[in-house]
C-alpha cells in the first residue's frame, strides 16, 4: 500500500472523452452503435433466456472465430491483456522466467509478462516498427520459456524467423496479435502465427465488442483445455475445481456484439486497407514524412495508421487544431517507463524503438473516414510542411 | 420424468422485464455515446456504490474475483504470506490467495455458515497477512471479533462480501466493516448485472488510488505507466445497468428478509432455519436450510416443480484444486457436515406469494 494521503487517481482514457469531438476521430464506435436495433433483439433474447456466463453464443462465436483465424480451436477470455497472460500461465510460465518482447508496444504485454512472474527481456524492433529477429537469439537464456512478438498496428512479424528461433531453442511462441485479426503472414491466419495467438476485442480494435473482451486462438487441444480452465475458476463442472484459477470471461451479450461485427470484418479490413493505400499514395514523397515501406508477402491490417514524421509534436498539434484527431501510439517505450526501472534500462539501449516513439503519428484510418476526409488530412500536412 | 418447473431456483428474466425500458434505454444512450470502457457511467456508479457503503472509495474491477484478488496484491501479499479464509465458501476465496503468490489457511465455520472467528485466532501464524471473512449467503461475518483478532496480530482484514451487499452488522454496512471489501455483480447477485463485474470498498485513500492502477494497466495518464498492472474493468454499459438498479436494490432486500421470515415461520418445525442475531440485517442472498433428509428433500422438490440448490455441496479443502494444501477430509467438521445436510430455497424479491407458499406447503407435506 502506498503512503496515506498520496494522489488519488482516477484515469480515463481521453479517446473516451467524448465532449470535445474532433471532426476527423479515431473514435467511431457511435457510427458503428448506428444499427444496433438489429443486436439489440438479439442481446434482449440472451437476457430472456437468462444467458450471462459462457453459454451457447459464447460457444458459437468461438467456432466461428476460430474458422475466420484457421486456428483449431479459440477459447474467449475477459479481456486482450488476459489472453496473454492467460496464455503464458497456461504454458506455465512462472517466477523467475523470462520472456522476450518488444519495447514497442501497449502496456498489456508487459503487464501480462510481469503479473505472470516473469522478466521481460526487450529486443529492439526494426523500422517496421516490429521486433527484429535477429537479435533474438542472443537475448535467448536457460531461464527463457516464450517469445512474445507483437503485430504491431496489424502487421505481423518475421514469424519464419521468429518461430525457427523458438524451434532450435525448443520455447513456446505467444503471438500478440491484439491488433492483427485478419492480417496473414506468407499465407498464414494472424490466428496460425506461434504456439497461441492472442487477440483484444477492446472497443476500439478492427473486431470489437461493446466493452472488453478477447480471445486466445490454437492450435493445440490441450493448451485450449487448459485455457478453459484457467479462464472458469478452473471449474470442470459446477462442484469440481481441478486448479484455482482465474475469472476472465467474455460476457455472453459481448458474444453476441462479437458474432454481429464478425459478419462485417471482411468490410472493414477490406476498407482500412484500402484507406491506408490511399495514404500511402498521397504522403508518399512529401516532405518530413516517411511512408512505411509494403511487403507483398504480408497482408497488414492496418489497426494504426503510422507515418514517421519530421517535428512530430508539432505536427500532431496542428492537426489537432485543424480538428483532426491526430495520436501518438506511444511516446515513451515500455523500457522507459517507470514500471520499467526495476530493469535498470537507460535511453538509448533500444535505439531504433525510441526513434520511432519520437517520430511516429498516427491518422484515422478506420472505416468511416472518407475520401474526403483523407484528402483533408494529406493537404494538411502539405501544408504543414510547406508553410 | 421431468416435472413442470412451477418455481424456478432463479429466474432472472422476472426482474428484467419489469425494468426492460430503463435497461434498454441505458444501452441505446451508453452505445451512442462511444464510451465503452471507464467513463462517465462508472464514475457515477462508483459515486454510487461509495455512498451506498458508506465509505469514502468504490472502485469498480471486472468481477468478484478481482476484487479481492487486487485488495491483495495492492496490500503487497505475496508469496511466503498467508491468508485465512473459511472452507465453506466459493472457491474464489481461497483462489485470491494463490493467486497472489500466498498460501491459503481454511478454517471451520459456525453453524450460522460463517468463518469462526475462535478457528480463526488459532490460525494465526507469523506469516499471516490477511484474514478474509466471508460473509455468506447475505450474512455478515462476526466482524468485531475477527477485526480484534487481526488488530492483535497486525494483519488486515477483507471482506469477501460478494454475497452481502446491502447487509449491515450493528447498523454499519457490508463493505465499511474491514481495511477493503470485494463485491460481486454477478448477474444472480442481490445486486446483479448482465455479465461479470465486481467492485472493491476502502476508506484507504492511498489503498484506492493504487487500485486504480492496479485494475487498468498501472497507467496514471495515458503515457505514463506507473507499475505493471492487469486489466480489470467494469464495461461502462454494465456501470449503466448498475445504476438503474442500485436505488432499487434495498427495497428488493426488504423483500427478501420477508419471504425469509415467511419460510422461517413456515418451515421452522420440520428443518433448521437461519435466524437473524439482533445486530445483524441478512439480505439473504440464499436462505439456506439444513435437514439430515436432504437428498431426498430436494428430489421431492424437483418432482414437485421446486428448484433448490447447494452452496457448496464440496467444501474447498476437498476439491482437487486444493490437493497441494494437504487438507484431509475430517478437518473442518462443520463445513463437511453442513456440505452434506444443507440446500438453498428458491428467494428472490419477484417470486410470488402462491410460490411461496408452494414451497413451504410441499417442503410441510414431505416431512409428513
Keep these: 500500500m502506498g503512503k496515506p494521503g498520496s494522489e488519488v487517481i482516477n484515469f480515463l482514457p481521453d479517446q473516451y472523452r467524448t465532449t470535445n469531438k474532433l471532426a476527423i476521430n479515431h473514435n467511431y464506435l457511435a457510427e458503428q452503435f448506428a444499427d444496433h436495433d438489429v443486436i439489440l433483439a438479439k442481446i434482449r433474447e440472451v437476457v430472456i433466456r437468462g444467458d450471462f456466463t459462457l453459454g451457447e453464443e459464447v460457444d458459437k462465436l468461438e467456432t466461428e472465430f476460430a474458422a475466420l483465424c484457421n486456428a483449431r480451436h479459440a477459447v474467449s477470455v475477459g479481456s486482450g491483456t488476459d489472453a496473454l497472460f492467460l496464455s503464458l500461465k497456461a504454458l506455465g510460465v512462472r517466477e523467475g522466467d523470462e520472456v522476450i518482447t518488444t519495447p514497442f508496444t501497449f502496456y498489456a504485454t508487459i503487464g501480462a509478462i510481469v503479473t505472470a512472474g516473469a522478466k521481460p527481456v526487450f529486443v529492439d524492433v526494426r523500422d517496421d516498427y516490429n521486433i527484429d529477429p535477429g537479435c533474438i537469439a542472443a537475448k535467448i537464456t536457460k531461464k527463457t520459456k516464450a517469445i512474445m512478438p507483437v503485430h504491431w498496428a496489424g502487421r505481423p512479424c518475421a514469424m519464419e524467423e521468429i518461430e525457427g528461433v523458438a524451434a ?119 516532405n518530413g514524412i516517411q511512408v512505411q515501406q509494403r511487403d507483398s508477402r504480408i497482408t497488414e491490417v492496418f489497426h494504426l495508421y503510422q507515418v514517421l514524421c519530421d517535428g512530430r509534436d508539432s505536427l500532431q498539434k496542428f492537426l489537432v487544431g485543424c480538428d483532426v484527431d491526430a495520436k501518438i501510439h506511444y511516446p515513451i517505450p515500455m523500457h522507459l517507463q517507470p514500471a520499467a526501472a526495476f530493469l535498470g534500462h537507460a535511453v538509448g539501449d533500444f535505439p531504433i524503438a525510441e526513434s520511432i516513439a519520437r517520430r511516429t503519428l498516427s491518422l484515422p484510418v478506420h472505416e468511416f473516414v472518407t475520401r474526403a476526409q483523407q484528402d483533408h488530412v494529406i493537404s494538411l500536412i502539405r501544408k504543414f510542411y510547406d508553410r | 420424468m421431468t416435472a413442470e418447473v412451477k418455481v424456478p431456483f432463479v429466474d432472472l428474466t422476472r426482474q428484467f422485464r419489469g425494468l426492460e425500458k ?231 432486500n426488504v423483500r427478501c428478509r420477508a419471504i425469509a421470515d415467511m419460510y422461517r415461520s413456515g418451515l421452522k418445525n420440520h428443518v433448521c432455519v437461519p435466524e437473524d442475531k439482533p445486530w445483524e440485517l441478512n439480505v439473504y442472498h440464499n436462505f439456506v436450510i439444513t435437514t439430515p433428509r436432504r437428498d431426498d428433500l430436494m428430489t421431492y422438490l424437483k418432482d414437485a416443480g421446486i428448484g433448490s440448490a447447494i452452496h457448496y455441496p464440496v467444501p474447498i479443502h476437498i476439491q482437487a484444486a486444493a490437493h497441494n494444501l494437504g487438507y484431509e477430509k475430517g478437518r473442518f467438521p462443520v463445513v463437511e457436515r453442513l456440505a452434506q445436510t444443507m440446500m438453498s430455497l428458491p428467494i428472490y424479491p419477484e417470486l410470488e406469494q402462491n410460490e411461496i407458499d408452494l414451497v413451504i406447503q410441499k417442503i410441510k407435506a414431505f416431512f409428513g
Excluded at chain 2, 48 to 67: F, K
Design chain 2, 22 to 252: 430503463e435497461l434498454m434505454q441505458a444501452f441505446v444512450d451508453v452505445g451512442r455515446s462511444g464510451a465503452y470502457i471507464l467513463g462517465p457511467p462508472v464514475e457515477a456508479f462508483e459515486t454510487a456504490l461509495a455512498r451506498y457503503c458508506g465509505v469514502r472509495h468504490a472502485i469498480t474491477v471486472a468481477n468478484g474475483s478481482d476484487a479481492l484478488f487486487l485488495v491483495l496484491k495492492a496490500i503487497g501479499v505475496g508469496p511466503g504470506d498467508e491468508v485465512i479464509t473459511a472452507a465453506n465458501s466459493f472457491i474464489a476465496s481461497a483462489w485470491v490467495a494463490v493467486a497472489a503468490g500466498a498460501r491459503p489457511v481454511l478454517v471451520d465455520v459456525n453453524e450460522d455458515l460463517n468463518i469462526d472467528p475462535g478457528a480463526v485466532a488459532a490460525a494465526i501464524t507469523p506469516r499471516t497477512r490477511a484474514i478474509i471473512p466471508v460473509h455468506l449467503a447475505g450474512r455478515i461475518a462476526a466482524m468485531r471479533e475477527i477485526n480484534d483478532i487481526a488488530e492483535k496480530a497486525d494483519v488486515a482484514v477483507v471482506e469477501d462480501a460478494a454475497q452481502a451487499i446491502g447487509a449491515r452488522y450493528h447498523d454499519r454496512p457490508a463493505g465499511s466493516l474491514g481495511l477493503a471489501a470485494g463485491f460481486s455483480l454477478h448477474p444472480l447477485k442481490n445486486l446483479g448485472i448482465y455479465g461479470d463485474g465486481g467492485f472493491i470498498t476502502t476508506d484507504d485513500d492511498a489503498l484506492a488510488g493504487k487500485l486504480r492502477l492496479l485494475r487498468n494497466h498501472g497507467l496514471r495518464t495515458r503515457d505514463d505507466c506507473q507499475l505493471w498492472g492487469y486489466n480489470s474493468r467494469l464495461d461502462s454499459l454494465q456501470a449503466a445497468f448498475g445504476l438503474i438498479k442500485l436505488p432499487k436494490l434495498d427495497a428488493w
Design chain 1, 168 to 286: 532450435a531453442h525448443d520455447i513456446a511462441v505467444v503471438s500478440d496479435a491484439c491488433h492483427a485479426i485478419k492480417a496473414t503472414y506468407r499465407g498464414r491466419q494472424a490466428g496460425e502465427l506461434g504456439t497461441v495467438a492472442c487477440f483484444s476485442f477492446h472497443p476500439l480494435k478492427n473486431l470489437n465488442v461493446w466493452g472488453d473482451g478477447g480471445i486466445v486462438a490454437t492450435n493445440s487441444g490441450e493448451l485450449a483445455n487448459t485455457l478453459r480452465l484457467l479462464r472458469n475458476h478452473g471449474l470442470f463442472n459446477r462442484d469440481e475445481c481441478r486448479v484455482f484459477a482465474y475469472n476472465s470471461r467474455l460476457d455472453t451479450v459481448q458474444a453476441v456484439v462479437a458474432r454481429h461485427l464478425m459478419a462485417k470484418i471482411d468490410h472493414i479490413t477490406q476498407s482500412r486497407i484500402a484507406n491506408a493505400r490511399y495514404f500511402d499514395v498521397g504522403l508518399r514523397g512529401l
